[in-house]
């Protein structure tokens, strides 16, 4: 299927451009190719969608935007889906075939393709792309589409080439100040988690009047997979490959639902239920409701990302209240499973950017993203502007401590303002803990960053859990080893089959049954789960992970070729 669509598109390119050729040779002008300069930084706009919410976006009249435009000549006139759900109108573009220049298609990438919506971005990238074969660099074929279509179709922009965590910023998480009243405890099992939530709570009823809350969860719509499903898979010893678990020496996939350890996760979260200590509200508040009640100081436990909840935590900041924010366990099931979240991938595609059919210079967008892509552009977006963000002492980017001091308590604003933050997935990058030439990290997560800018609170907790970082509390990079297949939930999913339909059945089903369960009596909880498992399998779930498990192998083919 992808073969013969890749020759298609091939076929009707190159008619296009001997038409375009035949056309300027009668007219005596040359054909759009040869006119296109790639030195060309005269003012262009270049229309945009994104899959990703983008909630401080500005228009490019932040700083960092300004001197893209001044750099480039670029000005995006760019759109965001809310709240980070763009599937209905990538469906849209694929069947009217209207598309914006550019696009950041994340797992709907295969809609696009399938319409023959996005180019192919190799010849561009060979000719123009010199600072994006750069950060690829050992890494360049996998940004390949399959093993049957090798175009490259979007350029990955979501996570950093060679990335390495230097901190931990998810887990199961505790109020500082709890910690510090409960006396600093073990927190290592869901039962060490529980019980400190609970003590607390026995002892401290109410936070300002209200009702202390032990534990609560973002359930509104795909939030439910970062709070609720994909903590299971964490707590079992599972890495995150999205709705599947694949088997690290079969690499067979199957939907991760099925474990029979995650039904034992789900029957401790029950548990919680029906002992009060989970909110009564997880599956019917709006995410919003969610960081209220934690910007209020109210919920003493979470499961979470804290990307997810950064908000809030920002507003106990610049409230000043510090001890309010959250530390990070690596929590599990048992203490015979070990928490995965760091366990390295290599570098994977994940989500990135694509030019489509309807880009009238895809010249000047490969040299934009190029440009992004550089030294410079990546200094740029990660740093911002020398004397304005950061400035260079003996040879060393420092940030004043008045600009610190508002991203860490007014990051909103600030990235509105500053631009820093709101162009990440404009070029490909380099991750955390790689250097540029100046000896300098291209991104301001460094460890000495890192540990300047924990406060007092965070302080105080990780000395008493004799720690310098919420990393060195979590399992290791070096414990694990590179995971061959990266992260399976990036990977391109086919649409000429059933798969889609099936898998949105189950993703209906799992969003039904799991609160179901969680809210059931205890001696309903079974019958309530064997009912899910058993829909899903009438869903023809098995025939999803046989396919899942196809695309898996394929990717290992693309990347590793045979073995």
């Known amino acids: 299927m992808f073969m013969n669509r890749s020759v298609r598109q091939s076929s009707i390119l190159l008619l296009s451009l001997l038409l375009l050729v035949t056309t300027g040779c009668a007219n005596g002008t040359g054909s759009k190719a040869e006119k296109e300069d790639p030195n060309d930084t005269s003012p262009i706009t270049f229309t945009f969608f994104g899959g990703d919410s983008s909630s401080n976006w500005n228009n490019m009249k932040d700083a960092v935007g300004q001197e893209i435009i001044k750099k480039t000549g670029v000005t995006l006139n760019a759109e965001h889906a809310v709240n980070g759900r763009g599937e209905e109108k990538f469906a849209l573009m694929a069947a009217s075939g209207e598309y914006p220049d550019l696009v950041y298609p994340k797992s709907d990438i295969g809609k696009l393709v399938d319409a023959g919506a996005l180019i192919d971005l190799t010849d561009l990238i060979d000719k123009y792309g010199p600072n994006i074969k750069k950060v690829y660099g050992d890494y360049f074929n996998r940004i390949k589409y399959s093993s049957e279509d090798p175009a490259i179709y979007t350029i990955p922009t979501n996570l950093g080439v060679d990335h390495i965590a230097f901190d931990a910023q998810a887990g199961f998480e505790i109020q500082h100040q709890a910690l510090k009243k409960l006396g600093y405890p073990k927190i290592r099992t869901v039962q060490d988690f529980e019980k400190a939530l609970k003590d607390y709570v026995t002892k401290y009823p109410t936070t300002n009047g209200q009702r202390t809350i032990p534990l609560s969860l973002d359930a509104e719509d795909w939030k439910i997979q970062i709070t609720v499903t994909n903590p299971a898979v964490t707590a079992t010893g599972g890495p995150d490959d999205g709705e599947y678990y694949i088997d690290p020496k079969t690499h067979k996939a199957i939907l991760h639902y099925k474990r029979p350890e995650e039904r034992e996760y789900f029957r401790w979260l029950n548990h919680m239920y029906n ?125 004043p401590a008045d600009v610190q001091q508002r991203k860490n308590t007014d990051n909103a604003s600030f990235s509105r303002e500053s631009g820093i933050g709101l162009y990440w997935i404009w070029g490909p990058h380099y991750g955390d803990s790689v250097k540029d030439p100046s000896g300098n990290y291209y991104t301001t997560n460094y460890p000495e960053m890192i540990t300047e800018n924990y406060s007092q609170a965070e302080k ?79 869903a023809g779930v098995p025939k999803a992970e046989e396919i899942y498990t196809g695309l898996i192998q394929n990717r290992l083919k693309l990347w590793y070729g045979e073995k």
């Open 275 to 399: 002992e009060g200590l989970l909110d009564k509200d997880t599956f019917v508040q709006k995410s919003d409701q969610y960081k209220s009640k934690i910007a209020a100081g109210r919920v003493i436990g979470l499961i979470d990302q804290e990307w997810n909840y950064q908000d809030a935590e920002n507003a106990l900041k610049a409230a000043g209240k510090d001890e309010f924010t959250y530390a990070h366990f690596p929590v599990t099931l048992n203490e015979k499973y070990e928490d995965h979240s760091l366990q390295p991938i290599g570098f994977d595609t994940a989500s990135g950017i694509g030019i489509t059919t309807s880009c009238e210079n895809p010249v000047r967008a490969i040299k934009f993203l190029d440009f992004l892509a550089s030294d410079e552009g990546q200094i740029l977006r990660n740093w911002g502007i020398e004397g304005q963000h950061y400035n260079v002492e003996n040879g060393k980017r420092v940030i």
């Open 460 to 538: 105080e907790s990780l000395q008493a859990y004799k720690a310098q970082t919420w990393k060195d509390l979590f399992p290791n990079e070096k414990d694990f080893p590179v995971k061959e297949w990266g992260a399976a939930y990036n990977m391109p999913v086919p649409t000429n089959t059933n798969y889609n339909v099936i898998y949105q059945k189950s993703q209906d089903i799992v969003r039904k049954r799991i609160p179901e369960a969680v809210l059931a009596k205890p001696d309903q909880f079974d019958a309530v789960y064997d009912r899910m498992l058993q829909e899903l399998d009438q």
